[in-house]
C-alpha cells in the first residue's frame, strides 16, 4: 500500500508540472485515501504539505491554511522535522496572505531561524524571498526592506564564507604541496648520505684489503729472504767443504 501512495503522490507531482491541475489534484486526494487507509502518517504530512503548496500557488490561502495545519498535525505525529517546516512555512504564509501577519509572522520567523541555525541557505534564501515579497505585496514596505536586506546579509555572509572554505583549500593544497616537496627532498638527501656511506664503506674495505695485501706481501717476502739466507749459509758450507777437499787427501789428509 505503501508504494501504491507513493506512486499516486509522484504521480501528483508530475500532473501539477505539466499544468494538469484537476488531474494533479485528484492525484493528491488518491494518495491521501490510501495513506490514511494504510495508516501511512508520513505519507500524509508529506502529501498535504504538497497540496497546502498548491493552493499557496493559487492565492487560495484559506485552502492553503486548512491543508497547512492537518499537515502540521500530520509531521508533528510522525516528528519528522524537515515536513514539520515545510507545514508551519505554509501555515505562515497562509496567514499572511489573509493579511493576518500578527498570526503568520512568527510561523515564517520560526522556520527561517530553524534553517539559518541548520545551514540550510537555499531554503533559507527562498523563505526570505517569499516573506519579503509577500510583505511588499501588503504594502509593508519598510518590513520588506528589512527583510531583502536580511536576505542580502545572509547571501553577502554565505559568500565569504564560501570564499574562506575556498582560500582554505587553496591554502591546504598549497602547503600539502610544500610538505610533497619537503619530502622528496629529504628522500634525495637520503639517497645522497646512503650513497656517500656506501662509498666511505667501500674505501674502508679497499682499505682493510691493501693492509692486508701489504701484510701478506711482507710475510711471504720475509719467508723468501728467511730461505735465501739459508740458501746461503748452506753454499757457503758447501764452498768450503770444496775448498778443503781441494787442498787436501782424501786417504790421508795431508
Same mark, same amino acid.
Given at each position: 500500500?505503501?508504494?501504491?501512495?507513493?506512486?499516486?503522490?509522484?504521480?501528483?507531482?508530475?500532473?501539477?508540472?505539466?499544468?494538469?491541475?484537476?488531474?494533479?489534484?485528484?492525484?493528491?486526494?488518491?494518495?491521501?485515501?490510501?495513506?490514511?487507509?494504510?495508516?501511512?502518517?508520513?505519507?500524509?504530512?508529506?502529501?498535504?504539505?504538497?497540496?497546502?503548496?498548491?493552493?499557496?500557488?493559487?492565492?487560495?490561502?484559506?485552502?492553503?491554511?486548512?491543508? =497547512?495545519?492537518?499537515?502540521?498535525?500530520?509531521?508533528?505525529?510522525?516528528?519528522?522535522?524537515?515536513?514539520?517546516?515545510?507545514?508551519?512555512?505554509?501555515?505562515?504564509?497562509?496567514?499572511?496572505?489573509?493579511?493576518?501577519?500578527?498570526?503568520?509572522?512568527?510561523?515564517?520567523?520560526?522556520?527561517?531561524?530553524?534553517?539559518?541555525?541548520?545551514? =540550510?541557505?537555499?531554503?533559507?534564501?527562498?523563505?526570505?524571498?517569499?516573506?519579503?515579497?509577500?510583505?511588499?505585496?501588503?504594502?509593508?514596505?519598510?518590513?520588506?526592506?528589512?527583510?531583502?536586506?536580511?536576505?542580502?546579509?545572509?547571501?553577502?555572509?554565505?559568500?565569504?564564507?564560501?570564499?574562506?572554505?575556498?582560500?582554505? =583549500?587553496?591554502?591546504?593544497?598549497?602547503?600539502?604541496?610544500?610538505?610533497?616537496?619537503?619530502?622528496?627532498?629529504?628522500?634525495?638527501?637520503?639517497?645522497?648520505?646512503? =650513497?656517500?656511506?656506501?662509498?666511505?664503506?667501500?674505501?674502508?674495505?679497499?682499505?682493510?684489503?691493501?693492509?692486508?695485501?701489504?701484510?701478506?706481501?711482507?710475510?711471504?717476502?720475509?719467508?723468501?729472504?728467511?730461505?735465501?739466507?739459508?740458501?746461503?749459509?748452506?753454499?757457503?758450507?758447501?764452498?768450503?767443504?770444496?775448498?778443503?777437499?781441494?787442498?787436501?787427501?782424501?786417504?790421508?789428509?795431508?
Amino acid at each position: 500500500m505503501r508504494t501504491v501512495g507513493r506512486l499516486q503522490f509522484t504521480q501528483g507531482i508530475a500532473m501539477l508540472k505539466l499544468n494538469r491541475d484537476k488531474e494533479g489534484i485528484a492525484a493528491f486526494n488518491n494518495a491521501l485515501e490510501t495513506a490514511k487507509r494504510g495508516k501511512l502518517t508520513g505519507l500524509e504530512a508529506e502529501v498535504r504539505g504538497n497540496i497546502a503548496d498548491y493552493f499557496l500557488r493559487q492565492h487560495d490561502y484559506v485552502c492553503a491554511e486548512q491543508e =497547512a495545519l492537518l499537515a502540521m498535525k500530520a509531521s508533528e505525529r510522525v516528528t519528522d522535522v524537515n515536513m514539520i517546516l515545510m507545514a508551519r512555512a505554509n501555515l505562515g504564509f497562509a496567514l499572511m496572505g489573509q493579511k493576518r501577519f500578527t498570526e503568520g509572522l512568527p510561523y515564517i520567523d520560526g522556520v527561517i531561524a530553524d534553517l539559518d541555525k541548520a545551514g =540550510a541557505t537555499a531554503d533559507l534564501y527562498a523563505m526570505l524571498d517569499e516573506k519579503g515579497r509577500m510583505q511588499e505585496q501588503a504594502g509593508l514596505y519598510k518590513e520588506a526592506l528589512a527583510t531583502v536586506r536580511k536576505q542580502q546579509a545572509a547571501r553577502q555572509a554565505d559568500a565569504r564564507a564560501a570564499r574562506d572554505r575556498a582560500v582554505a =583549500a587553496l591554502q591546504e593544497e598549497y602547503e600539502a604541496g610544500q610538505r610533497t616537496r619537503q619530502i622528496d627532498l629529504l628522500r634525495r638527501e637520503n639517497l645522497v648520505k646512503d =650513497a656517500d656511506l656506501r662509498s666511505r664503506r667501500m674505501l674502508q674495505l679497499l682499505t682493510t684489503f691493501a693492509a692486508l695485501l701489504t701484510v701478506a706481501a711482507g710475510i711471504f717476502v720475509y719467508v723468501l729472504y728467511r730461505r735465501s739466507a739459508g740458501s746461503n749459509v748452506r753454499l757457503n758450507q758447501l764452498n768450503t767443504q770444496l775448498t778443503y777437499h781441494s787442498q787436501h787427501d782424501a786417504l790421508t789428509g795431508l
